[in-house]
């Protein structure tokens, strides 16, 4: 899928701004059709954002079910004959989408891009006024990514109709159009997606370009970053495929795509009716047993794990937001971060690939672990539709993100029962669907099970760990760390002879809140703590990361430990530092 842009042929006009907003209390909207007509009794409300914080009461808040979105557009005269397409950023979760009281989409999954051509019913319409209508769903069940169940509670100790949205992952659950919302043309005959792979030899480098297009397509043109034409080919179309196009272009001294030091081309794809300008990079990604090589070059990582989280905005795209959380990695040395749990927007996406930071991408495959010893995968939960949800997504994070340069690795999952057996075909099988859709990128997954317990790491080629030791066991014994980290990593490396990043690792953290001798909670005891894992990260050759948990503050549901959220930010979630802010700024300015 392509990002809408606007050039000499295509236009865009961005539905963001205050949209008309009712809550469906009773989840009865569906069934009463109230996309037929204007919604009434709406209240204003902003996207993108979410909108669970912009409210002052719980029942509004904490809803469950659906709510509606409602905009008016035009489409101007100069659109006429044009092919004419309303996009989606992303809805969490589950949307569906109405314009004029006619369905165009429908989709499951909140942080992945979708949209509907809607030229033929904006052509056949007479209205000069048109209103898309969105019905939106915050539930997560076993069959979407992330999981979660809807859990019911009877008898005398409960209100009648007593249930909430359980889930088992620790951020909120918060729910909106989250990212813009777009209309955009293209000529009726038009590009519709573009995959670009390259190969760098030597003082060469060799574009190749996979173009899905109804136009015909004619020449393909790399254009630096100074604007100039650095190679030039006409274009074939494939012979088994009348819609595909394909071409390999060279050019000489290639500027290749360093972290920190980013360089971008475009690749132009003129049709004969049609022009797009896809952004890449040049660079290589090689894994060996101990080491992640990007150019040729050893690359350890350092940086985050992160959120799309923010007071008021919830996870509402924020551009502000993006450049003062790229300002504070650069300023503390940071080459790269995890998008945890789940796709960040595309707008982020591109100001990584500009700024040169190095990303994880994940898929929002997260709360497939129990902590009590219940089964996830083998009984009714996980289940076949939650596998070919999985898949979905995957294909759609590739889709949406295979051309930046600044992905390096997809992530597969978070934390899952990867100990249970009835894992492992379905881990096998979306491994293989990555692998299947991307053979240019390594592959990972993020485990909270040991060494002894996984089973599904041998088909991965680096192995990321996430670890509490001396928190949430061994609470605040900051003693126990050293010993069993350095066991736990050597078994890793043991048993897989992969590289390792510590892909989190960290303690709730107070801003302000100081003692000596340090305990848990305060400023130091967090410096203490992330110091004893660096101890090991130094001596063991294997690992090739650390991303400390997390890099802000973040709003978890209400939990017996989480008061007002997740603390183990090394920033608070206004982006302020606390003081292992400035331990890590030193340790990681030092490589
Ligand atoms: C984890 C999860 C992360 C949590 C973190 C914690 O392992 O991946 O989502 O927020 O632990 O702080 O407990």
């Known amino acids: 899928m392509l990002y809408p842009v606007e050039n000499k042929v295509r236009e865009v006009k961005n539905l963001s701004g205050i949209w008309n907003f009712k809550m469906d209390y009773d989840n009865i909207g569906i069934q009463e059709q109230w ?124 209100p009648e109709g007593f249930h909430y949205q359980e889930t088992y992952f620790d951020f909120y659950n918060y729910s909106g159009l989250h990212r813009p919302v777009k209309l955009y043309t293209t000529p009726k005959k038009y590009i519709e997606n573009i995959v670009i792979k390259t190969e760098i030899k030597e003082n060469e480098a060799v574009v190749k370009a996979l173009i899905t297009s109804t136009d015909e397509i004619r020449v393909v043109k790399v254009v630096d970053e100074a604007g100039n034409i650095v190679s030039e080919k006409a274009v074939e179309k494939c012979l088994n495929d ?60 350092q940086g985050f794990g992160k959120h799309e989280d923010s007071d008021v905005h919830g996870k509402g795209m924020d551009e502000a937001l993006n450049i003062r959380d790229f300002n504070l990695l650069k300023w503390m040395g ?161 048993k897989y002879h992969k590289p390792i990043i510590m892909s989190e690792y960290g303690a709730d953290t107070i801003a302000g809140y100081h003692k000596t001798p340090a305990v848990a909670f305060t400023e130091e005891f967090q410096c203490m703590y992330m110091n004893e894992f660096h101890k090991i990260f130094d001596k063991l050759d294997f690992m090739i990361g650390e991303h400390p948990w997390a890099f802000a503050d973040f709003q978890t549901k209400q939990g017996l430990n989480r008061v007002d959220g997740n603390k183990k930010g090394i920033f608070t979630r206004n982006r302020q530092p606390k003081m292992s802010a400035y331990m890590l700024k030193e340790r990681w300015s030092e490589n």
């Open 35 to 158: 996309q037929k007509e204007p919604l009434k009794d709406t209240i204003p409300m902003a996207v993108p954002s979410s909108y669970n914080d912009l409210f002052t009461e719980e029942r509004e808040k904490e809803h469950v079910g659906y709510v509606w979105y409602e905009k008016s557009f035009v489409i101007p005269d100069s659109w006429n004959g044009k092919r004419i397409v309303l996009r989606f950023g992303s809805a969490t979760h589950h949307a569906t989408v109405w314009v004029d009281g006619t369905e165009v989409v429908k989709h499951k999954g909140g942080f992945l891009p979708f949209e509907a051509d809607i030229t033929e019913m904006i052509e056949k319409s007479s209205l000069e006024e048109h209103r898309v209508t969105v019905a939106l769903s915050n539930i997560l069940d076993w069959t979407c990514i992330p999981c979660g169940e809807i859990i019911h509670k009877e008898g005398p100790g409960y």
């Open 242 to 301: 009348e819609n595909k196009w394909y071409v390999e272009t060279e050019m000489k001294e290639p500027h290749l795509w360093n972290p920190g030091a980013a360089y971008l081309y475009q690749l132009k794809v003129e049709g004969e009716n049609d022009t797009y300008a896809e952004q890449f990079g040049l660079r290589t990604i090689e894994v060996t047993d101990k080491a992640f090589l990007i150019n040729g070059k050893e690359f350890y990582f």
């Open 334 to 494: 940071a080459n790269s971060f995890r998008t945890s749990h789940y796709p960040y927007s595309e707008e982020l996406m591109m100001l990584a690939d500009r700024e040169g930071f190095v990303v994880i991408d994940e898929v929002p495959a997260v709360g497939m672990c129990f902590w009590d010893g219940n089964s996830v995968f083998a009984g009714n939960r996980v289940n076949d539709d939650t596998l070919e949800h999985h898949k979905d997504m995957l294909a759609d994070m590739y889709n949406r993100d295979k051309n930046h340069p600044c992905v390096m690795m997809w992530s597969v999952a978070n934390e899952a029962a990867t100990h249970e057996e009835e894992a492992v075909p379905y881990f096998k099988e979306v491994i293989e669907t990555m692998r299947s859709l991307d053979d240019t990128r390594p592959v990972t997954m993020v485990h909270t099970t040991g060494p002894d317990g996984d089973k599904v790491s041998q088909w991965l080629d680096v192995i990321c760990v996430n670890r509490y030791y001396a928190w949430y066991t061994d609470h605040s014994h900051l003693e126990v760390i050293g010993l069993q980290l350095e066991n736990e990593m050597n078994k890793w490396y043991n």
